[in-house]
């Protein structure tokens, strides 16, 4: 799908798991980064063996933990009113579901839920909460969902064309899917450089733009139709980022980064995180 890697963009490690470092090159193509080396299928799985990989945990602990599950909570009814102003009650699948919350955000409003998680345990604690999970997206019927979620997943899917593919399938004609990603673009990434949370590798394996995601989704027939600000996830990554550059936890100053991020965004449109609602061209 990508060009042979050829500009290298940024060396930047993973601070989480490994302290391994990876290379972030450019597709020429695409305009996304790519990290490098890709971990196999194999190993992948071992870099999200850890307890500060926060999304596949209700753990509430430590101050950050704290911090991250306040934000998450006050996202969920943010998330379910985007979506309502486009669809009432309807199919939803969502990719990368995690613990599930948001899929119980939805069931409690009424509307069709089914969640994909591969991740054994955050799976687990969703269908604890009351939620579907599949095991496998090709065992889902065509056109079967309105709306299809992935909220800071695609990042982290191995295969971009074997994903979008599923998505055109599965979503209805005049269905709509939402995406989060992070931006590299924004005024955090450039900041941080080398030790922006959000660059995550080597669970992060692709590394989005506004231009990037327009280019990725118009070659395969979809069109990008509103990008929105995620204000929060500038604040998250700046305190994690903080972290990772003076091994302490600074929270006026990822406060004061996050905060001027969000202005710079606001004249650039360049924010930490962004959604895509993104409709089928066909």
């Not at 933990?65 to 985007?82: P, T």
């Not at 990368?96 to 991740?119: A, I, R, S």
Request: glycine fraction near 4%; charged fraction near 25%; proline fraction near 4%.
């Amino acid at each position: 799908m990508t060009q042979q890697n050829k500009i290298k963009y940024i060396t930047t490690k993973d601070f989480s798991v490994s302290g391994e470092s990876f290379d972030l090159y450019l597709d020429e193509e695409f305009q996304f980064l790519k990290t490098t080396p890709k971990p196999s299928l194999e190993k992948l799985p071992i870099y999200y063996q850890s307890e500060d990989y926060i999304s596949h945990t209700d753990s509430n602990k430590t101050l950050l933990e704290k911090a991250y599950q306040i934000a998450r909570k006050y996202a969920l009814g943010k998330k379910r009113r985007l979506i309502e102003k486009h669809f009432s009650k309807k199919s939803l699948l969502d990719i990368g579901c995690g613990t599930g919350d948001f899929l119980l955000e939805m069931k409690n409003h009424g509307w069709q839920v089914t969640g994909y998680e591969p991740e054994s345990k955050a799976k687990q604690i969703a269908i604890q909460k009351g939620v579907g999970v599949t095991e496998d997206l090709n065992q889902l019927p065509e056109q079967s969902f309105d709306v299809i979620t992935l909220w800071h997943v695609l990042e982290h899917v191995p295969d971009l064309q074997e994903q979008l593919q599923q998505l055109k399938r599965l979503l209805k004609p005049k269905g709509l899917i939402i995406i989060a990603v992070p931006n590299f673009k924004s005024f955090d990434a450039n900041y941080y450089q080398e030790f922006w949370a959000a660059y995550d590798v080597p669970r992060h394996l692709w590394h989005f733009s506004k231009n990037s995601i327009r280019l990725l989704f118009a070659k395969n027939k979809f069109k990008v139709v509103q990008i929105l600000p995620m204000y929060l996830d500038s604040f998250y990554v700046s305190l994690l980022s903080e972290k990772y550059k003076t091994g302490k936890t600074n929270f006026i100053k990822a406060f004061a980064v996050g905060l001027y991020a969000n202005l710079k965004g606001l004249q650039t449109q360049e924010f930490s995180s962004q959604i895509y609602l993104i409709n089928n061209q066909n």
